[in-house]
């Protein structure tokens, strides 16, 4: 049974090949490759239903898992509501505790895109590139002006640059 273009890509990305991969593999268009990725995010990501296994604590892991929460400064309902914000709705299952915040931090992927599967969708240089970057993930990462004030910095040297 032949697939059309589109059944190609996804199939593709779920078997975890990069678009690069997948660009050298099927000779599509680079942003063809990237605007299949983000209208089917969830069909790509889709992973069987798994039930949350909650498991009885003790007393006296409660009392450790307490005692961490305050050594980590955090109260112990806020721990509490970090672990059930880690419980995805969508799949029942349950996030590591652990966020890793050099590969997939959470404001990369709000929107539904990362931001770079946009700036190299749209073949953006590295000054706006890092517009779109820091544009984007101002409201997530905690100084929205910081961050907007470096876009603007980017902006104004790629204007320069088209000055000179």
């Not at 404001?107 to 990362?114: C, D, L, P, V």
Request: aromatic content about 6%.
């Amino acid at each position: 049974m032949k697939r059309n273009k589109t059944e190609q890509v996804i199939e593709l990305c779920k078997q975890g090949l990069t678009p690069a991969e997948i660009i050298k593999k099927t000779g599509l268009s680079k942003s063809y490759v990237y605007n299949v990725r983000s209208k089917h995010k969830a069909e790509i990501e889709a992973k069987p239903k798994a039930k949350v296994k909650i498991k009885s604590l003790t007393m006296s892991e409660i009392g450790l898992r307490d005692a961490l929460a305050k050594a980590r400064g955090e109260s112990v309902t806020q721990h509490i509501n970090k672990i059930r914000m880690q419980v995805s709705p969508t799949t029942n299952v349950v996030k590591p505790y652990s966020t890793d915040m050099v590969n997939n931090p959470p404001h990369y992927t709000t929107g539904g895109i990362e931001t770079i599967d946009f700036i190299e969708a749209k073949e953006l240089g590295y000054n706006l590139g890092n517009v779109i970057k820091y544009i984007t993930r101002s409201e997530h990462k905690g100084d929205k002006l910081k961050d907007l004030e470096k876009a603007q910095w980017y902006l104004n040297r790629e204007i320069n640059n088209l000055k000179k």
